[in-house]
């Protein structure tokens, strides 16, 4: 027992003796204890909805196997194919995770717990960012242990990081911030500028979304603390506003490799081109137009004073600075409300990353975010706002009323984002501020007045309660999930909170309540937070854990059995997992990445429909429509043992317990060699689409520009069609078809003139909010089968009539794909086969894809819809019921053509593909690989021209005779990125040794006379 005391006693002295270990470790266990209710029966996950499951966890698990496939193999991935079909690989993932420190320690896990090495390094993430915060207040801020201690807990345990769970990168960003700040006081109060360039460097790297807004903050930051220590300073330093600014733009600079790769992908993206936000500021100072490309970057003449001023261009630059404009996300946002936001976020913690406690949105507004850091801390506000007017420091009040204003006006949300989009996202720079501003009124705890804490008591509650009161007033308030009495417990906790530190908090031990307060408190704020948001079970992932490792199983048993160029459909990858080729390691189908290839923005949108809705980053091929599979080169179907809907042309592969692979026996690798091709103008885009996708697998579709380039160099080996006007997929007239309706748990079947009127069958008492009328699902609690209506074919109007063995029959059903209905194809009484494709339960209203696919082999003469989950009316007037069938021999000729000219000797990695041809004549060759302008491509060992082709895919020309073909990719702008890194450094090292020569020539000096002695 004795030696156990000694042991504790001397663990004791050495934390004493070591600060900084003391206070990591402190935090590292409150913070891991804010979690642990979650994760001791999770696994050791913390598994939280949304992007989190979507995004995060699959993320990881790729890089950690780039990570290990470059040191295994030398090659350092650009290119990724597990996301959808091909993208940017490094420029796409350095906004989440790629280039932060805290990936590393991660690679050091085993695969199979990269889960539970995400939460760990979660929990080093807020406990790193907390013990840099310590030591901005300890170190340059002159607060005493237990105030930087408190501090630091409300900074790791803040309403920001909490409000952002879900977005597990962020809280890279968390823990890196403080470094700026520190830079800059190492800057000032040291003398040394090496740290602020350090910082700025690891911020960009971290996270190059945020370096913009944080090289404005830390400026700001800077020239505040600059004045505050202008007397410690001596006055106007010169040096050390040169060595600032040196160091600040030379520590953006080593960033490069990151920031230009970025920049040319995020320029590109739909929601920063969509962006008008940039244009309309820019037009209060130009002339801008879109003929006149001249003036300064093409915005044409800059207007002069008297134009500038006159008129309503002055005050309506004013209101676009600094009025909140009324915005529609799926219902109105007011301005009142938005200037309201700060205010709610500072007073009352987040209880989920949708909305706060007091407003309630049905959409994600971006301009919420949380500035919460605690009730003791926002009461100490008033009583610092109090005394810095009392002081009467000119740059005190400056610093002071700038901070009160920019969260409340829109310029801000603009410019900290570039003009690309409304986020409040950089207001972790005012909870720093805060923090910092209230700590330090803390240090005097005794020493506030108790009619200061009574002004301030007044103030919040008055605050409090009037923005409670607005935002009832507008029907924001929601009592769901007991938010009403989370509202009123907080301002009940507040009075506790006054009356505690105005009659207890006295004498010794003051700050250790204090710190025992906020820690408890941001514990409880957290908690209920993770509630709030929602943590998945994580042994319900992906179906369970023994799904997931028998799908494991199959790839891994395909790349044993199969080295070649291929693409897997695969129907565990639907929309609750979009980036499980990510886990799994195989060449995806189905993405949910912000930064897709948008090369392939036209295909994805509006030619295949792969996008659940328009310009959504959230896609998936999962309709079973072979010909767009097989020209995305997918060669085996994973399907679940019991799915009766099989491609033709597909047979039996494996068979696992639960899943069966199908290979596909008309598979062509990696892309086409084609005799004809189409002018892109003469492709009839407006087609139902599933009708254009025979023509991927028949026609190079051209770019109309690069169209006579191609048919000079080919000649008479190629031939121009004219159009497309061959409807492969014939139409089955549904119009003397009879339909009846089944409601359910009900017998009784009632006959109606239609899908289309089936609605006007419902009971009354199903009419939704949206005053439209809704379909019941399947009713599991009762055992009721959901609504159904059957569809009687006339017998002259039957599908796939010469439908046998031999030759069935592709049948696409055009029908809502957002609506969860199976679909079930019958000959008389025979069900021959049945899908619902894509079911799921996330809010589809805004889906558009409509085209479903089916096989069979034999003819149809009646369908039957079944709701799986409730449905609007909708389902059936949004695009309309039909079904189109084409013949399989129609495919099966198309694909026998293709394979006749296959490639040969086909090597892929990830940044390169390599194979032959051996052609009597040129051809016009279509990759299954997305076009990116950093492809190159040599021919012969000669570079030649890659053209994008089929809306958003590589092409090139093919040669006759035995020809070998060399693609490499090189992320585009990372050799400038690269350089001007490497120059950055350089000049970091000239600007230490020109900033600190006097200190290097005096240590010369000594060792020189140390030397003679």
Known sequence: ???????????????????????????????????????????????????????????????????????????????????????????????????????????????????????????????????????????????????????????????????????????????????????????????????????????????????????????????????????????????????????????????????????????????????????????????????????????????????????????????????????????????????????????????????????????????????????????????????????KKIWNIIGLIFMLIIPFIPITYYALNAFSMMYGRWQIFLVAIAIIYTSSMLEKFDDIPKIHIDISFLITITLMISVVAYSFSIGRVSFEYGKGYGIAAQILYVCFVYYYMRERLKGPGVYDKLLTLVTVELLVMGNITTFGQGVTNYYDLYGGQDILKEQQTIINDLKDDDDSFYRIFDSLADRNYNNIAMTLGYKGLSTFHSVYNFELDDFINNLSKVSYSYYNWSMGVDEKRYNLDTFLNVKYYVLKNEDTNIPLGFSLYKQYDNYSVYINNYFVELGYAFDDIINENNFNEYWDYHQNEPYYNKYAIIASEDIEEITNILGDDITLAENNNKLYFKEVGLYNAKYYLQLRGEETITQIPGVYYASEYLPQTRIGSNNEKNFYGTDNTNGNIGDRIYIDLDENQTLCPNGSSENGCHIIAKLNYGPNIKVKFYYNDTLITEDAHGTSNYDKSGDHKFARGYYVTTKINRIELEFLSDAASSTFTKYGFNVYYEEFNEYKQRQENLMANKFENIVVTNNTIKFETNYDDKKMIVLSVPYDSGWSLKINGENQKIYKVDSGFIGFIALKGKTTYELNYVTPGIKTGVILSLISLLLFIILILLFNREKIIIKLKNRKKNVHK
């Open 1 to 391: 027992m004795s030696k156990a005391k000694n042991i504790i006693k001397k663990a004791e002295n050495w934390l004493n003796q070591h600060e900084y270990t003391k206070v990591a470790l402190f935090l590292f266990v409150i913070v891991f204890c804010c979690f642990s209710i979650h994760v001791f029966k999770n696994g050791f996950t913390l598994t939280m909805n949304g992007d989190y499951v979507l995004q995060q966890l699959h993320f990881y698990v790729e890089g950690y196997d780039s990570f290990w496939n470059f040191i295994r193999t030398g090659e350092f991935k650009m290119w990724s194919y597990e996301g959808f079909l091909g993208v940017n690989y490094f420029a796409a993932n350095t906004f989440y995770y790629l280039t932060s420190p805290f990936l590393l320690p991660l690679m050091l896990f085993p695969r199979t717990l990269i889960p539970q090495g995400i939460y760990f390094m979660y929990v080093i993430k807020l406990t790193t960012g907390g013990l840099l915060f310590y030591i901005l207040l300890r170190k340059y801020h002159k607060l005493s242990y237990k105030v930087a201690l408190i501090g630091a807990v409300a900074y790791a345990l803040s309403g920001w990081g909490m409000y952002y769970l879900w977005f597990n990168h962020f809280a890279d960003v968390l823990a890196v911030f403080p470094l700026t700040l520190i830079g800059v006081e190492h800057c000032l109060q040291k003398k040394q500028g090496w740290l602020l360039a350090i910082g700025l460097f690891i911020c960009g790297i971290t996270n190059y979304y945020f370096l913009f807004a944080f090289v404005f903050t830390t400026f700001f930051y800077a020239i505040f603390r600059y004045f505050q220590l202008f007397k410690q300073n001596k006055g106007y330093n010169l040096k050390i506003i040169l060595m600032g600014f040196a160091f600040f733009v030379v520590g953006i600079g080593l960033s490069s490799v990151v920031l230009v790769t970025a920049l040319k992908v995020i320029t590109s993206t739909p929601r920063v081109e969509g962006s008008t936000l940039l244009n309309e500021f820019l037009a209060f100072f130009f002339n801008a137009s879109t003929t006149d490309q001249s003036g300064f970057l093409g915005l044409g003449a800059l207007k002069g004073i008297k134009e500038f001023f006159q008129g309503d261009n002055i005050k309506s630059l004013l209101k676009y600075m600094f009025i909140f404009n009324e915005r529609y996300m799926s219902e109105p946002i007011t301005s009142t409300q938005t200037f309201l936001y700060p205010i709610a976020t500072f007073f009352f913690p987040p209880v989920s990353n949708w909305d706060t406690l007091v407003f309630t949105n049905k959409a994600f507004d971006n301009t919420i975010s949380s500035i919460y850091i605690s009730a003791p801390l926002f009461l100490l506000f008033w009583p610092a706002l109090i005394k810095t007017f009392k002081t």
